[in-house]
């Protein structure tokens, strides 16, 4: 008899807050609030913004939340997890940065948010 693999999230993560900074010749500058709810299946994301994200050129912004949900779902479906993701992702906060923010810096704070989750489930 084989048992079900766990759901995550087993309960609502709310308040998940990363702040990705490096700052070198190639600066990264990403800061997220996510809170992480159970869902009925998969990874769902969306952006419900509690306050306006203070960014030039502002079209840049749901780029850079794609790629934060790019990471999150990344770091979810690792197969080292051994679970089954069913979570509904909200972006409550935002911060960018002129000089390091881009695709990449958001795509890691997604996937350090997704870990400090998966830390507080257990």
């Excluded at 309960?11 to 869902?39: M, S, T, W, Y």
Aim: aromatic share 10%.
């Amino acid at each position: 008899m084989t048992s079900a693999l766990p759901r995550f999230p087993p309960f609502p993560i709310r308040g998940v807050r990363v702040l990705h900074q490096k700052q070198n010749c190639a600066p990264h500058f990403a800061a997220i609030e996510v809170d992480f709810e159970p869902a009925a299946e998969g990874f769902t994301f969306e952006v419900a913004l509690e306050g306006p994200v203070d960014y030039e050129p502002s079209s840049d912004l749901p780029r850079f939340f794609a790629a934060a949900a790019a990471g999150m779902e990344e770091q979810l479906s690792s197969p080292e997890h051994a679970m089954v993701v069913a979570t509904r992702v909200v972006l409550r906060r935002a911060r960018a940065d002129m000089f390091g923010s881009h695709d990449l810096a958001f795509r890691i704070a997604g996937f350090l948010a997704a870990r400090e989750a998966l830390a507080r489930a257990q």
